[in-house]
Nanobody, 118 residues
Framework: QVQLVESGGGLVQAGGSLRLSCAASENIFSLNYMGWYRQAPGKQRELVARITNGGTVNYADSVKGRFTISRDIMKNTVYLQMNSLKPEDTAVYYC????????????WGQGSQVTVSS
């Protein structure tokens, strides 16, 4: 399975910005997709954004226009740029990578706390 190492979480005031990074241990083109999920206290983990190996991106309605997922192929890293942050964005954010097929897997990063104060 691919190893994922996250960085970039923290505390920010409402309206501020943060960028999360997720470094993969192998070529991210070999993965069917990579994405970011989040889990707030007492809530289920939810998809925030994802990008396929072909470059197609999808966003949760709650973050459209504010968050941007991107990747750096040379660094095997995926980013989540979060702008106009709101208190309801407070959660632990997890990087995820999936590969389909007989040798498929789903790997998770260690989680990054994002706290948005009002």
């Amino acid at each position: 399975q691919v190893q994922l190492v996250e960085s970039g979480g923290g505390l920010v005031q409402a309206g501020g910005s943060l960028r999360l990074s997720c470094a993969a241990s192998e070529n991210i083109f070999s993965l069917n997709y990579m994405g970011w999920y989040r889990q707030a206290p007492g809530k289920q983990r939810e998809l925030v954004a994802r990008i396929t190996n072909g470059g197609t991106v999808n966003y949760a309605d709650s973050v459209k226009g504010r968050f941007t997922i991107s990747r750096d192929i040379m660094k095997n890293t995926v980013y989540l740029q979060m702008n106009s942050l709101k208190p309801e964005d407070t959660a632990v954010y997890y990087c995820n990578a999936e590969r389909y097929g007989s040798s498929g897997f789903s790997s998770w990063g260690q989680g990054s706390q994002v706290t948005v104060s009002s």
